[in-house]
């Protein structure tokens, strides 16, 4: 079966700085795959390259044998592409459900006629979005919070709040950059739980970002490492963490040694 998303010989450069230099990997339908290296090694990057924040990179990536070379940012969404942010995006001044039915409306198809006259079917819209939003809150235990200013939220429940905002999406796809930070060590054990129940419940493919290598060694079928815009390892987790030249790229050649 074919891989779900595939890079090839993907590159980078802001200036003279080459940010990505080479990059491949593939994805398969329903892993869970992590992405891992030290500050600067391109990780953010290839996230923004993949749902087009970023164009003008080389070489190819593709979705579901799809080329997404000349899709817009918004195009690859409908495409069932979701991604979560390291510096937190909820609208603080917006209830937790109110977070979560933003995107439901923004994506919704009755229109600004169909808003100003409060049309039979614009209502129906509005209260399945509700629902739906709601079930999603319940799924990720925030439904007590779900009149609560996002902005008042515990970080890790922020945390699970951007990812509720992901689903309303109904990703195939779903790119997670940090989602473990800011986490204490029994919130990123609760992390570690909900990201499975995630993948069983919606039947979503993951590549998560992210510096806490507990949550990745705990989650993720295989890890690619990057540094220096490089793919410098590949493997399940085990292989990754006894890699010498992973060692290297987060320690340095003496702590290695």
Not at 141 to 159: F, I, M, S, T
């Amino acid at each position: 079966m074919a891989p779900l998303l595939q890079a090839h010989e993907v590159s980078m450069s802001f200036g003279g700085v080459h940010a990505l230099s080479g990059v491949s990997f593939t994805l398969q339908q329903g892993e869970i795959l992590g992405l891992i290296g030290p500050n600067g090694a391109g990780k953010t990057t290839l996230f923004n390259c993949i749902t087009g924040v970023v164009p003008g990179y080389r070489g190819s990536i593709r979705y579901d044998d799809r080329d997404l070379r000349s899709l817009k940012p918004h195009q690859r969404a409908r495409l069932k592409i979701a991604r979560t942010f390291q510096n937190l995006e909820l609208f603080d001044e917006l209830s937790a459900l109110d977070n979560l039915v933003l995107p439901l409306d923004a994506s919704s198809k009755h229109g600004l006629i169909g808003d100003l006259l409060r049309l039979p079917t614009t209502v129906f819209d509005e209260r399945k979005a509700q629902e739906k939003a709601r079930a999603i809150l319940h799924f990720l235990e925030l439904g007590a919070y779900a009149d609560a200013p996002a902005g008042d939220l515990a970080v890790g429940l922020q945390r699970r709040l951007e990812i509720g905002r992901a689903l309303c999406l109904e990703p195939r796809l779903l790119l997670l950059d940090e989602p473990g930070s800011g986490l204490d060590a029994r919130e990123t054990a609760d992390l570690a739980r909900l990201l499975a129940s995630v993948r069983a419940r919606f039947k979503v493919t993951m590549l998560v970002v992210d510096h806490d290598m507990a949550l990745i060694m705990r989650i993720c079928n295989r890890i690619y490492v990057l540094d220096n815009g490089q793919i410098i390892a590949e493997g399940p987790p085990e292989q990754i963490r006894d890699d010498p030249g992973v060692v290297r790229a987060y320690l340095g050649e003496a702590a290695a040694a």
